[in-house]
């Protein structure tokens, strides 16, 4: 009888390591919306190369990326990854953008993404933040004109070290463009953290947007960012973390 037991104890647990492993056998594929800011392409492109074959992506630049939010497309990516600074955007577009993350697609909101969308509130809340290029009024307080300083060096700082977007780790250097004065959604768990004072001290952050996992790093302006071997991971586990997310939906 107990050796009946062990078996049949044997075999639930390499079923269930293979319905694990099965999960992850499939690649995450993403789908990087660009347009509305210019960047080295193919640096861009190698860095999303580096991430490995369990990450595959293609892009799709505004304003053709909008038809990606339609229903009918939605299953084509499993994870968004925004490098765009799109401004222009329209009552029926903004429904199906907001409603396709809001029903489970993940995002990644890279760098300039923050700057996106001047005259549209609710991308504030979508990726929890907003570089203001006018003065704006979120949540009854004013903001005045936000900041850049280009080309600085500075570190990078784990704010937590307990989240899988973090996993592995330490504080590193970076060289790259600072936002200051930006909106930061209250409720967001903050990741990164720096003391350089040209930067809002915090610069990078999770949260929850409908059923979607969001991230958003504010890091990215150029190549050496590209080519940071922390940055790069931060990419990954980035990716890696708001698609358990979108999997797991319904
Ligand atoms: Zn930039």
């Known amino acids: 009888m107990k050796i009946k037991l062990l078996i049949s104890f044997l075999l639930i647990a390499l079923s269930v ?5 099965n999960a992850r056998a499939e690649p995450i594929h993403i789908l ?8 080295k392409k193919d640096q861009f492109n ?14 799709a630049e505004f304003p053709a990326a909008y038809d990606m939010f339609l229903p009918q497309n939605r299953s084509k990516y499993d994870v968004l990854v925004f490098y765009h600074m799109w401004q222009e955007i329209t009552d029926e577009q903004a429904k199906n953008f907001s409603e396709c993350i809001s029903q489970g697609k993940p995002v990644v909101a890279l760098h300039h993404s923050i700057c996106a969308y001047d005259n549209w509130p609710e991308y504030f809340n979508l990726i929890g933040g907003k570089y203001f290029h006018k003065p704006t009024t979120v949540n009854g307080k004013e903001y ?4 850049y300083i280009h080309d600085l060096h500075f570190i990078v700082k784990i704010a937590d070290r307990g989240h899988p977007v973090t996993n592995g780790l330490q504080d590193f250097e970076i060289f790259d463009e600072t936002y200051k004065g930006y909106y ?4 967001v768990t903050p990741l990164l ?5 040209s930067s809002n001290p915090v610069i990078g952050w999770a949260k929850k947007y409908g059923k979607a996992r969001i991230v ?3 890091s990215g302006h150029d190549v050496p960012t590209f ?3 922390g940055f790069r991971k931060l990419l990954k586990q980035a990716i890696e973390w708001v698609y358990d997310s979108g999997k797991n939906k319904e």
């Open 193 to 197: 953290t720096t003391d350089e004072p």
């Open 46 to 59: 190698q860095m999303l190369a580096s991430l490995g074959d369990k990450i595959t992506y293609e892009i």
């Open 17 to 21: 390591s293979l319905v694990a492993s």
């Open 184 to 187: 930061v959604e209250a409720g």
């Open 216 to 218: 958003t790093l504010q």
């Open 32 to 39: 990087v919306i660009t347009g509305g800011h210019d960047y």
């Open 227 to 229: 080519e940071n071997p």
């Open 144 to 147: 005045p004109v936000c900041s």
